[in-house]
Every structure is written in structure tokens, then in C-alpha cells.
């Protein structure tokens, strides 16, 4: 009888992470609380593995907190956890589950870059504008003429691209993946350095935010040559552009009130929040709608919003939850669609570290070039180029897109893949070589922070009046 009770109980807790819903085909099909039992656990090994992987990262390497976040996603997936434990990693990143992931990732990293936004420094864009023209130009036009000379070599490599593919769409999507910086990524490495407050953070930040709407415009032309539609194209490029224009000239007059009453009421209170969450909500709806990313939605409402004690109170009620909680659910997100080991032979290892050169000499190159021609001096330029080369999981979601759409082919996906790594993770130790170490001698910048989340070398996410 006590075996029996046993033997359910062992059965019983065997079937917890099973699935309970109704048949469809042959297998069950999930029930409402398989996906919430599923999304606990994972955010507690998220958490856990962010943290942990973060720690090592920032101790042994240097690294901030968000790149380490960023390889934590990478482990977790099939490249790692997926390849030493494929039946524990199956189990708990069952497929049913990544859309819930996939919402939070993008509620997460689209709230971040909010948050960004209300940091961008007006004087400083507008008094380094020519740099910021110079430097945006410089990282579109190079990667797309580099993208045009390595193409028509890669299309003959089977596998790479998927077959039947033209060279002019081919030639985009490279291009559009080699222009790529890594906005989210970038923001917070600017943070996590003290850039924040600096026009050097903020021309790179703008250059970049640029660079990244060209690409997603150019990844829309390629889908509606693929087969999506003209339209597709025409909606991004019109949409982004007029949501851009229209909260720049208009936005910013119709939310100075918030400010106006935060002010009076000496603190924001819970009925404004909520009105700033669903402006949030509506922009990166607006800019996912229309085919660019939400990402941008928010940067742009962060952008426009009235500076003072409103931003003040945005960052102390939203930023926390959104750095320690959020942002790893992109990372992993991201990292469960890797798979690395299908870059198996010399040749196309060879291939991986030609795209990697590439990669660097078109947009560290060229922006650093760009800004010394724009008048900067050569530590500054250095360190720009050095910020804009960084591409981080905005790579990994165009790239996603381009595989889930067809355009390449898994080898190419993983290739892509460790650029975006390597560029990110070099960006840190680089820039510390060519501009950080002077500046932080010199008192340009604070010292690094030295605790375990790189949180102490991060200015905060509050811009000071302009």
C-alpha cells in the first residue's frame, strides 16, 4: 500500500512538466498551466544562469554584466545545455513555451531601450551632428560594399544560402547584417561604462540607432523580394519614418503636461505610470506593426520624453525589473535558436573568420574613419568605432529572421552567430584600449566599478536637463 502511494507520487511528480492539455494528432497538446508551471522554472534557471555566467564574466574577463547575460543565452540553448543534456533541455524549453519567452524578450529589451532613450542628450546630438551624419554613413555604406565583394564568393559554398537565392538579395541581407550594431547592447555597454551623460555615448548611441533602422528597412526590401511583397517594404520605410518624424515634432509638445505634473506633484504616481506603460505599449506596437522592431518604438517615446523628475521617477520605478528580470528573457530567447557545432570543418571555419574580419574592418574601420573626418580626434574616433562595432542579439534576430524565412541556411545562422559574439565581447576590452583607461586617468570618466554586476559602473539611466 505505502510502495503503491509512493510509486503515484514518483509518477505524479515525473508528469509535472508533461503535458495536460486535449489530443491533437497523437501527442497532448499544453494546458494553460503547463505554459505558467514551464515559465517559472525557466525564468528561475534564467536568472540563476544570467547572474552566475555574468559574475564569471565581469571577475575573470572584465566583461560587463549584459555580455555575459548575452553568452548565458547561448548556453542555455542547444549549443551547450541542449548538446550535454538534450533530454533536460528539451524538457524545459519545450518548444510551446518560446512564444511566452519570445513576448517577454521583446517587452523587456523594448522597455530597456526606453529607458535608453530618455538619456539621449539633445545638446550633444545637435552639437556633434555632422560626426554622428558622418559616422552613421560610413557604418551603412562600407558594410554593404564589403557585403558586395564577399556575396557572390559565399553563394557558392552549398548550404550557406538557401538555393535559388539571387545575389542582389543575398548582397542585402549580408549587408544589412554587417551594418548591424547591437542598439540594445550598445545602450547598455554605454551605461555600464559611464558613457551615458557624454557625447561620445551619445553620437554613437544615434549613429548606431540609425545604422539599425536602415538595416531592418533593408531586411524588408529583401523579404518582399522573397516573396513577402512590395508592400512589406513600402510599410516599413514609410511607417518607421513617419512614427520617427511624428514624435519628434509632435510628441515631444503633447507629453510636456506628464512632466509638468510629476512636477507638481513632487513624485509620479501610479496613475501616471500607467499612462507612460501604455504609451510604451502603443509605440512598440507602432514600430513592430509596421515591420522595424518595437525596440525602436520605445526609443524613441524615451527620446521625447520630458527630462526632470519625470525621468527620474521612470528610472527608479521601471528600471530594476527591466535590467534583472527582463532583458535576460531576450538573451535566452535568442540563445535557444543557436546552434553552433554546424560550423564542423576548416573550410568553413576559414569561412566564419573571413565574415568576422570582414565584419570588423567594415564597421570599426570606417567608422573610426568617418569621425576623424568629421573632426574628432583619433582616441575618440578609436573609441567609436570600437562602440559601433559591437553587434550583439540584434544580430541574432535578423539572422533568426533570415533562417526562419528562408534566406540562409543553418551554417551560415551559426557563422552570423559568432561574429555577433566575438564583436561583443571585444567591444569592452577595446574601447578601454583606446579611449577608456586615458579618460578615466585623465577624469573624463569615473573609474570602472568593481561589483560583481558591473551595476556600480553604470550611470544612471537619467539624463540631466537640457
Not at 539572422?399 to 551554417?411: A, R, S
Amino acid at each position: 500500500m505505502v510502495s503503491d502511494m509512493f510509486g503515484e507520487l514518483g509518477r505524479a511528480i515525473g508528469d509535472v512538466m508533461g503535458a495536460h492539455g486535449p489530443a491533437v494528432d497523437v501527442a497532448k497538446s499544453f494546458a494553460p498551466s503547463d505554459y505558467s508551471i514551464h515559465f517559472f522554472l525557466q525564468i528561475a534557471v534564467i536568472l540563476l544562469v544570467c547572474r552566475i555566467v555574468g559574475w564569471a564574466a565581469n571577475r575573470f574577463f572584465g566583461q560587463p554584466q549584459v555580455v555575459g547575460e548575452m553568452i548565458a543565452g547561448v548556453i542555455l540553448g542547444p549549443s551547450l545545455f541542449g548538446l550535454f543534456f538534450p533530454d533536460f533541455q528539451a524538457t524545459l524549453f519545450p518548444k510551446e513555451t518560446r512564444n511566452v519567452l519570445y513576448v517577454g524578450a521583446q517587452f523587456g529589451v523594448g522597455l530597456y531601450m526606453f529607458l535608453v532613450g530618455t538619456t539621449l542628450r539633445l545638446d550633444h546630438f545637435q552639437s556633434k551632428a555632422k560626426s554622428a551624419v558622418g559616422v552613421s554613413a560610413a557604418g551603412i555604406a562600407a558594410p554593404f560594399l564589403f557585403a558586395a565583394l564577399i556575396t557572390p564568393f559565399l553563394l557558392d559554398i552549398p548550404g550557406l544560402f538557401t538555393d535559388g537565392l539571387g545575389q542582389g538579395p543575398a548582397t542585402l541581407f549580408m549587408g544589412a547584417c554587417i551594418a548591424l550594431t547591437a542598439f540594445p547592447m550598445l545602450a547598455r555597454i554605454i551605461n555600464e561604462r559611464g558613457l551615458a551623460n557624454t557625447s561620445l555615448g551619445t553620437l554613437s548611441l544615434t549613429a548606431g540607432a540609425f545604422d539599425d533602422a536602415v538595416s531592418w528597412c533593408v531586411l524588408a526590401v529583401v523579404l518582399a523580394t522573397f516573396g513577402a511583397g512590395p508592400g512589406i517594404a513600402l510599410l516599413a520605410i514609410v511607417g518607421g519614418l513617419s512614427f520617427a518624424l511624428f514624435m519628434y515634432f509632435v510628441g515631444r509638445k503633447l507629453l510636456v503636461p506628464l512632466g509638468r505634473i510629476v512636477e507638481a506633484q513632487g513624485e509620479m504616481s501610479h496613475g501616471i505610470l500607467a499612462v507612460i506603460l501604455m504609451l510604451y505599449a502603443m509605440s512598440a506596437f507602432f514600430m513592430d506593426a509596421v515591420g522595424i522592431h518595437a525596440v525602436f518604438g520605445g526609443f524613441l517615446l524615451g527620446v521625447c520624453m520630458p527630462r526632470g523628475l519625470l525621468t527620474e521617477e521612470i528610472k527608479k520605478k521601471i528600471e530594476p525589473m527591466t535590467v534583472v528580470f527582463l532583458l535576460p528573457m531576450f538573451f535566452t530567447y535568442s540563445g535557444l535558436n543557436t546552434q553552433l557545432t554546424t560550423v564542423n570543418s576548416l573550410m568553413l571555419l576559414a569561412v566564419a573568420l573571413g565574415i568576422l574580419l570582414v565584419s570588423i574592418a567594415a564597421k570599426f574601420g570606417a567608422c573610426w574613419l568617418a569621425a576623424r573626418l568629421a573632426g574628432e580626434d583619433n582616441r575618440t574616433a578609436m573609441g567609436i568605432g570600437a562602440l559601433m562595432n559591437a553587434r550583439g542579439l540584434m544580430e541574432l534576430i535578423i539572422i533568426n529572421i533570415g533562417l526562419q524565412k528562408g534566406i540562409i541556411g543553418p551554417t551560415l545562422f551559426a557563422m552570423m552567430v559568432l561574429m555577433a559574439i566575438v564583436t561583443t565581447v571585444m567591444a569592452g576590452p577595446l574601447f578601454e584600449i583606446v579611449y577608456g583607461r586615458k579618460a578615466r586617468e585623465s577624469g573624463e570618466l569615473g573609474a570602472l566599478g568593481t561589483e560583481t554586476d558591473g551595476d556600480a559602473a553604470r550611470e544612471p539611466l537619467v539624463a540631466k536637463p537640457v
